[in-house]
């Protein structure tokens, strides 16, 4: 009897000891079942957005045969996540980049759609039973523009950011940011930095209707890229310096989130001299950019950071995907936790099977946070959406 109570005690100091050694995220963070368009041989989403109430909006495209694309919304209503109809313009190849929901039952989102050669801005409101495409300006004819991301503060008060080119994809690329009244779209001045292969905004966030950080990315020579931000105080555009460490090539800016004017988040990736990939984290306090350090898993040999979602200076969820290659494509999901000190790797789960997994957009503003993303088993890339509950 003592050795089977000797036995059974061993047997519960060991459970207890790998319950105190196993990661509490990793039992938050949970896989939602989400949908993917029937006989889709790919489909990915690329942005979500939650309202008040809880329910989330989530953008991408789907292709039925490997060739074109059409838009793709899937809507999240407290208990299931369905397929929304989205329209398409016509005999275009259309993708949704980014969506904002500033109110149940309001969303806006934006991409772009190719259409005879030409790349136009796609613009698309939702008013909570369905989707209408609404004109956008081009800041020149003919020009090529696409966006890719919004942030509304209200159902009448929202801004897009993106690129845009004079007269064809190859020409020099350049900053572009739209504004929305709830009515139409107008072109916002931005200025333009000076870059041997051009400049583009790649994420947006309005803390209020007169304060928009936007962050993006400037290339020179088509090997060394930098990152910038501008700011928005309700009558102009502005750049802000971000720093960009000598040495160190390929920074690259993807996402943004300011919990309130003078405290934002930016994350990306950048490229260290041994050609691997690492997250990159810097935050705004008002007077000018910090680079934060940030973590990656112990086996990565390239990770980034593709989406983020700050409720507070000290409060900052990002996602993205890490590889323990340096291929590019990310074999796993990454997420990280800024507790206003650090960033910590977050454990999060992998659909089975999936031999590529990555979350590129997060939104924690409605309670547990949202991220979104897509995974591959080898022959068709799915849906991929991610739940974070602390």
């Not at 709830?182 to 304060?211: F, H, Q, Y």
């Amino acid at each position: 009897m003592r050795l089977a109570l000797k036995g059974i005690l061993a047997i519960m100091a060991a459970l207890v000891l790998a319950a105190a050694a196993a990661p509490l995220a990793s039992a938050q963070w949970a896989i939602q079942p989400s949908p993917n368009p029937e006989g889709a041989s790919s489909a990915s989403l690329s942005a979500v957005s939650c309202a008040a109430d809880g329910s989330c909006m989530a953008v991408g495209t789907y292709s039925p045969n490997g060739t074109s694309q059409y838009t793709l919304a899937e809507r999240w209503d407290g208990s299931s996540w369905t397929i929304v109809n989205t329209p398409n313009p016509p005999g275009g190849a259309d993708i949704l980049y980014g969506v904002s929901c500033p109110a149940p039952g309001s969303c806006i989102a934006v991409g772009l759609s190719v259409s005879s050669a030409h790349v136009h801005a796609l613009a698309e409101t939702w008013n909570g039973r369905k989707w209408v495409i609404r004109n956008t300006p081009a800041p020149a004819p003919g020009s090529f523009v696409s966006l890719h991301s919004v942030s509304c503060t209200s159902p009448d008060s929202c801004t897009a950011v993106g690129a845009f080119t004079q007269s064809s994809e190859s020409a020099e690329e350049q900053p572009l940011a739209e504004s929305w009244n709830g009515t139409r779209w107008t072109i916002e001045p931005t200025p333009n930095p000076e870059a041997e292969n051009g400049s583009s905004l790649r994420g947006v966030s309005c803390s209020a209707s007169d304060a928009c950080t936007a962050a993006g990315n400037y290339d020179y020579f088509d090997v060394e890229q930098k990152i910038f931000a501008m700011r928005f105080d309700g009558t102009a555009w502005t750049m802000q310096r971000q720093p960009n460490p000598s040495g160190e090539h390929l920074n690259t800016d993807a996402s943004i989130s300011c919990s309130q004017p003078s405290a934002c988040t930016s994350v990306g990736s950048w490229l260290t001299l041994e050609l691997e990939t690492r997250p990159l984290a810097e935050s705004w306090n008002g007077v000018n950019w910090v680079r934060q350090p940030t973590p990656h898993p112990k086996d990565a040999v390239s990770a980034a950071l593709e989406g983020v979602s700050c409720l507070s200076s000290s409060d900052c969820t990002a996602v993205g995907g890490w590889s323990a290659n340096s291929q590019g494509n990310p074999d796993f999901t990454l997420a990280e936790q800024w507790n206003g000190a650090s960033w910590k790797v977050q454990e999060t789960p992998n659909p089975s099977g999936a031999q590529h997994s990555t979350l590129v957009s997060i939104d924690c503003s409605a309670g547990p946070c949202v991220a979104v993303g897509n995974f591959s088993n080898g022959s068709v890339t799915q849906t991929l959406v991610e739940r974070y509950s602390p």
